[in-house]
């Protein structure tokens, strides 16, 4: 497959990998935002492969990790109305809320479907007119523009009868509390390739510049990843920080301009919950005012839901770089994929799940 | 009355509770529909049981419940996959498959046409693999108590003398190998359903494996293990024999046979296609110096496995029940066992 096989090359994948041994003279943190980056790494081996002196720290760009357990309560409790579809992207359905998960209200007989896009969800609306249809709408910006595009669509048609819960996070703010916070854990960033595709890079550049960091835009395939942690090495080692694109062939420095207006029409920068690391100022986005009759939270008053967490799960420090999951004394024990404490265990992006699934099983 | 009507079934184009009442419908339904197709001398009876002399020896039995959704997919239908799936149940185990039982369960209101062409597709599907469905079975249940069509079948082989065929007699050393390409079964169908907008020519694989199996324990009838990778794809597979015999597995991820456009399908939807179902294929656990044997009659089988059979991996001492994955990159990783069922109703 073109632009898939040429970044899973062995040999090139060997060759970059000689040329990361031959710069490195002294020990990097470097954290890879995205849990699509987490997965592949982990798939591939790409961290029992570099040398000792790296270490990767994953980070909590796994959109399914960081949705608040309130989030995931509040759509319990919509889809166990009757008259409501609640549909959602499959990962979701698995993620423990404070009592059960989705699939769970499922055989309960809430009609709860997966869908693979939020104008699925809006079909569903506008053929049946008599159910009201609430999309579980959380990302990061590569999935705000299509949830954007949904409550645009409904609204153009007058599908009074669809709305979206919404739990959407931007990367930067993330970053910026990952940097500024005490522990100091990461030296450099793989920047979250898909994400860069709609937000380009320009913003990245203040953050490398105040943080004294180098981030780049990285893709997924293992010569994509070892590409990019090549170049944070390089320029850490050189120290000669700033942004520089790994992922030219998708990226660009402005990202994708048509997607972003459209997500600023629907939605407006709001604070957010992130599960396990807390409240991230001006870290997420909610539906502008003028969109309030899609936003599920009010046409259920369902935001009084505020539930708390299992005391055991340490996956805000693990979203946060802070402790792998092999370091929680939950991990392999008391959370396992099939009985997950924390959201990290449960999606195929998450970094517990990956940990387990792979190779690092207690 | 209209005494037009030349067959008692046109006047119904779809079941109706009484085609299972056992009454007039009932007999027309299996008059028309079923014995047509699937006659034989001890079907047509229509005795509560079919009475089968067998030669002594030890027999295999097996039953499996078909549900699959869409019934009819790229490749196949509901009909011959239950026909095929326990065939392939049979002949895994060193049978040779001779008698399935049909049972169906039909909702109220489907089309008899569709019921039709599934019947012919599964005495196609019996025909050329040359078993007999010998007694069957028709309920009926009201509108939106069932999806449409669910079919239950049994079947009886008798073992071939001289096999030993079990998932627990994996041994050090031996190689494993597939027939033939993986995943194209549950992509089929994944890719046939309502929702997924998007187009593909991936069919499903689903064939009667007993023809192969006879060719390769004919030449190698030392194989110590044998399964057809079905629901969980070949990670399922692969960790039930690694549990089952309490040995190791490597694989060589290089050596996977993957048809492009189920990688690609499966990239876009996020699916690991070594979880992904397969109709008409078979895993083989065999000692290592037969291996090339095997693997050469898989490929001169240009019906049902092929050039794309593969020797994927071998059997070692150690991590005991545990399937490891050798990445083109040199690293290794874990073949978990999948959790659980990412493709619903895929059979």
């Given at each position: 497959m073109k632009y898939i096989d040429e970044y899973r090359d062995p040999d090139r994948a060997r060759r970059i990998l000689k040329k990361i041994k031959d710069s490195v003279t002294r020990p990097w943190s470097i954290m890879e935002i995205c849990g699509?980056?987490?997965?592949?790494?982990?798939?591939?081996?790409?961290?029992?492969?570099?040398?000792?002196?790296?270490?990767?720290?994953?980070?909590?760009?796994?959109?399914?990790?960081?949705?608040?357990?309130?989030?995931?309560?509040?759509?319990?409790?919509?889809?166990?109305?009757?008259?409501?579809?609640?549909a959602s992207f499959g990962d979701m359905l698995r993620v423990p809320g404070s009592g059960k998960d989705l699939l769970t209200a499922r055989s309960e007989g809430a009609d709860v479907r997966v869908v693979y896009s939020p104008l699925e969800a809006l079909a569903i609306a506008r053929d049946n007119p008599h159910k009201e249809v609430?999309?579980?709408a959380i990302g990061f910006e590569t999935?705000?523009?299509?949830?954007?595009?949904?409550?645009?669509?409904?609204?153009?048609?007058?599908?009074?009868?669809?709305?979206?819960?919404?739990?959407?996070?931007?990367?930067?703010?993330?970053?910026?509390?990952?940097?500024?916070?005490?522990?100091?854990?990461?030296?450099?960033?793989?920047?979250?390739?898909?994400?860069?595709?709609?937000t380009g890079y320009e913003e990245y550049e203040s953050i490398a510049e105040k943080y004294h960091?180098?981030?780049?835009?990285?893709?997924?395939?293992?010569?994509?990843?070892?590409?990019?942690?090549?170049?944070?090495?390089?320029?850490?080692?050189?120290?000669?920080?700033?942004?520089?694109?790994?992922?030219?062939?998708?990226?660009?420095?402005?990202?994708?301009e048509v997607a972003r207006k459209t997500v600023n029409e629907v939605f407006e920068v709001a604070d957010r919950q992130w599960r396990g690391i807390g409240v991230i100022p001006q870290s997420g986005i909610r539906l502008r005012g003028e969109f309030s009759s899609f936003d599920a939270e009010k046409k259920y008053d369902v935001a009084h839901i505020?539930?708390?967490?299992?005391?055991?799960?340490?996956?805000?420090e693990v979203l946060q770089g802070i402790i792998n999951p092999g370091e929680c004394g939950a991990f392999g024990k008391e959370c396992t994929?099939?009985?997950?404490?924390?959201?990290?265990?449960?999606?195929?992006?998450?970094?517990?799940?990956?940990?387990?699934?792979?190779?690092?099983?207690? | 009355m209209d005494l037009h009507c030349p067959s008692p079934l046109l006047r119904h184009e779809t079941i109706q509770m009484a085609h299972g009442a056992g009454g007039e419908l009932s007999r027309e339904l299996t008059r028309e529909i079923f014995l047509p197709y699937l006659g034989n001398s001890m079907l047509n009876v229509l005795d509560d049981q079919a009475k089968i002399s067998l030669d002594s020896g030890e027999i295999a039995f097996t039953t499996d419940t078909f549900v699959v959704a869409p019934v009819f997919f790229p490749g196949g239908d509901i009909g011959d996959l239950a026909v095929n799936g326990t065939v392939n149940d049979l002949a895994v185990g060193g049978a040779i498959p001779l008698y399935l039982s049909a049972g169906f369960v039909l909702e109220e209101g489907y089309p008899l046409s569709d019921l039709r062409r599934i019947v012919t597709s599964m005495a196609e599907a019996a025909g050329k693999t040359g078993v007999q469905v010998v007694t069957g079975d028709t309920k009926v249940v009201e509108k939106g108590q069932c999806d449409g069509i669910f079919i239950n079948t049994s079947g009886i082989g008798v073992i071939r003398e001289g096999v030993d065929i079990s998932c627990g007699n994996l041994r050090s050393g031996d190689s494993i190998i597939v027939s033939g390409t993986l995943g194209d079964h549950g992509m089929a169908v994944m890719t046939a359903r309502e929702g997924l907008s998007f187009q593909s020519e991936i069919t499903s694989d689903t064939a009667s494996l007993s023809g192969l199996i006879s060719a390769i324990l004919d030449e190698v009838p030392q194989i110590h293990a044998m399964r057809d990778p079905t629901r969980g794809g070949l990670a399922a597979t692969l960790n039930e024999l690694a549990s089952a015999s309490g040995a190791g597995i490597v694989i060589n991820e290089a050596s996977l046979p993957i048809r492009s456009d189920v990688q690609g399908a499966c990239e876009l939807l996020g699916i690991d296609p070594l979880t992904v179902a397969n109709e008409g294929k078979v895993v083989v656990a065999v000692p290592q110096d037969s291996a090339e044997i095997v693997l050469q009659i898989m490929q001169q089988d240009s019906e049902v496995s092929g050039s794309h059979a593969s020797i994927i991996g071998n059997v070692v001492n150690d991590h005991p029940g545990m399937v490891i994955i050798r990445t083109p990159l040199g690293s290794r990783r874990i073949l978990e066992m999948p959790l659980g069922e990412q493709l619903p109703r895929i059979c």
């Open positions: 699509g980056q987490t997965h592949s790494i982990i798939r591939n081996g790409i961290d029992q492969l570099l040398p000792d002196a790296i270490r990767l720290v994953h980070g909590p760009g796994c959109p399914v990790c960081v949705t608040p357990l309130e989030t995931l309560d509040r759509a319990l409790s919509i889809a166990e109305r009757p008259e409501v579809v609640l609430v999309f579980l999935t705000a523009p299509g949830n954007a595009m949904a409550v645009k669509q409904a609204a153009k048609e007058g599908l009074n009868n669809f709305s979206e819960l919404v739990s959407q996070f931007m990367v930067p703010p993330a970053m910026k509390t990952i940097l500024s916070s005490e522990q100091k854990t990461v030296e450099g960033f793989l920047a979250a390739g898909h994400v860069c595709t709609i960091v180098p981030i780049v835009p990285t893709g997924f395939e293992p010569v994509d990843i070892l590409s990019g942690i090549l170049r944070v090495i390089e320029m850490l080692e050189s120290g000669r920080l700033g942004v520089f694109n790994e992922y030219s062939r998708v990226v660009s420095r402005e990202g994708n505020q539930p708390d967490e299992s005391p055991l799960c340490r996956s805000g994929p099939l009985d997950p404490l924390g959201a990290p265990m449960v999606s195929a992006e998450g970094t517990c799940a990956a940990y387990y699934k792979y190779h690092k099983r207690a | -």
